[in-house]
């Protein structure tokens, strides 16, 4: 494992909170717009808006947006086995690079946080 996930995503959300300290209202505005995002609609559920989220943050290789939308995926009720096949959609659409990011911190990711949720 290169990199940890969990260090990754204990990053992210330490530095959002100080983003938070320094610009309240544009954060307050963002957590309302994700919110709303991520919220359960008419056509779909949270775990569906998650594995989209992290097939998202895997094609545009962004390390942060992979370990916390695998962990949201996970969270939200997501297998193992979705996140996978999630991953090979991924590649298909976008190749090589997403390949490079699927077999290390997205494997990763998923190997880390899954215990948290029995899977």
Request: charged residues 20%; negative net charge; hydrophobic residues 50%.
């Amino acid at each position: 494992m290169a990199k940890d996930p969990k260090a990754i995503l204990q990053e992210l959300n330490a530095g959002a909170g100080a983003l938070a300290g320094l610009a309240p209202e544009a954060m307050q505005a963002w957590g309302g717009v994700s919110a709303a995002a991520f919220k359960n609609g008419k056509a779909l559920d949270a775990k569906t808006r998650e594995l989209i989220a992290a097939s998202l943050g895997l094609a545009f290789r962004c390390d942060y947006c992979i370990v916390h939308h695998v962990h949201g995926a996970l969270k939200a009720g997501a297998t193992r086995e979705e996140l996978i096949d999630v991953a090979f959609t991924t590649i298909g659409m976008s190749g090589g690079p997403a390949v490079t990011y699927a077999a290390t911190l997205y494997l990763d990711s998923i190997e880390a946080f899954a215990p948290e949720f029995g899977k």
